[in-house]
């Protein structure tokens, strides 16, 4: 039971159309944003969630294409309950490797809110070489996409982690800050703008302060203001990361 993903099959009715409706598990952020997505392109689509009384087979009879929009550590336990035998079994997991349905990552991030139509044609997936084309699953969404090897998903998603969750951390620990000193919050909104601009626009070019001058002693201020708070390891650690013995006891020795 456990190797229980395919390909499309060959059949006549397109994905999406009234003879082969998409089948959605989930009510989550993902599944809500992306269900919302098929809907405004009219696209037929039918929806199973845990509170549902009646079993995913039936919601979702008649779906070629079941869409898993749920957490990551709730997919193979639902697929190892539900049978979906001959359809094709698609996930949104990032980091997910399994042998029970194939990945389509949406590299982006959904917040609380719907956003608006424009936004989700723009969204990148990051798709399973070894499984069908993104076009298969979803030929009326013009998305760009790119396939991966499924043994690299685990360094895939790290970079995600890093790139999304640890600079809303960050930004969000900053903003703390800045409302501790009297600043409001939104007052550092533009410089946070602009970082992310250079760095779509530039890439490692895009750094400056004290980590590109490999300023020392206004690293080590920084660190003593940070004394006591967690988030002063962090800083520290980004800095090793970045800067290899930069704050070592002979930094002259650093190139």
């Known amino acids: 039971k456990s190797l229980r993903r395919c390909c499309p099959s060959d059949v006549t009715a397109r994905p999406g159309s009234a003879a082969a409706p998409y089948g959605i598990v989930g009510s989550g952020r993902v599944a809500r944003h992306l269900g919302h997505y098929l809907d405004t392109l009219g696209l037929e689509v039918r929806r199973w969630t ?50 029970m349905a194939h990945a389509m990552h949406p590299l982006y991030t959904f917040g609380p809110d719907l956003y608006p139509d424009d936004v989700y044609p723009a969204i ?24 991966i090897a499924s043994d690299q998903r685990p360094l895939y998603h790290a970079a ?18 800045f409302r501790e000193l009297g600043v409001p919050p939104e007052a550092a909104v533009p410089y946070l703008e602009r970082t992310c601009a250079n760095v779509a626009q530039h890439g490692p070019g895009a ?25 002063g390891r ?14 070592d006891d002979n930094p002259e020795t650093i190139e």
């Open 124 to 147: 990148p997936f990051v798709c399973d070489e070894d499984g069908p084309s993104f076009s298969q699953v979803f030929p009326d969404l013009a998305n760009p996409s790119w396939t």
């Open 207 to 231: 750094l400056t302060g004290p980590l590109a001058r490999g300023d020392r002693r206004t690293i080590e201020a920084n660190l003593n203001a940070l004394e006591g708070d967690d988030w």
């Open 50 to 99: 845990r509170s549902a009384t009646t079993a995913p087979e039936l919601a979702l009879a008649g779906c070629p294409v079941i869409l898993l929009w749920i957490r990551d550590d709730a997919i193979e336990p639902f697929l190892d309950r539900a049978d979906f035998s001959g359809r094709t079994l698609i996930h949104a997991s990032g980091s997910l490797r399994t042998p």
């Open 160 to 177: 995600c982690v890093m790139g999304g969750n640890f600079s809303t951390l960050l930004w969000n620990r900053a903003m703390q800050i």
């Open 234 to 247: 962090v800083y520290r650690a980004i800095v090793e990361a970045a800067r290899p013995g930069l704050l």
